[in-house]
């Protein structure tokens, strides 16, 4: 069992950044690949971005390319995820998961956390 809280949300104007964490609970937090996804209101939820279990190898979807960035700290079972020039279209709900692979397969969600980016 793994269970997931994110933090780091809030209200930034354009061009700003924000750093959301996800922390985790459970002692097999390092099998994981661990997830980001978004849902924006009227829309389906979306893969952002991941990061496996060693932290060697990251996917990011192309909306957020060049712009936000993730990572972990297995020794402190957290995974960030750093988001940079935001746009208003990057205003949504953002999950962390984990799971068995990069786009699919994830077992554990967190609430969320919500995002709101000003124009």
């Known amino acids: 069992q793994v269970q997931l809280v994110e933090s780091g949300g809030g209200l930034v104007q354009a061009g700003g950044s924000l750093r959301l964490s996800c922390a985790a609970s459970?002692?097999?937090?390092?099998?994981?690949?661990m997830g980001w996804f978004r849902q924006a209101p009227g829309k389906e939820r979306e893969f952002v971005a991941a990061i496996n279990w060693s932290g060697g190898s990251t996917y990011v979807a192309d909306s957020v390319k060049g712009r936000f960035t993730i990572s972990r700290d297995n020794a402190e079972n957290t995974v960030y995820l750093q988001m940079n020039s935001l746009k208003s279209e990057d205003t949504a709900v953002y999950y962390c998961a984990a799971g068995l692979g990069v786009y699919t397969q994830y077992g554990y969600w967190g609430q969320g956390t919500q995002v709101t980016v000003s124009s």
């Open positions: 459970g002692r097999t937090f390092r099998q994981y690949v």
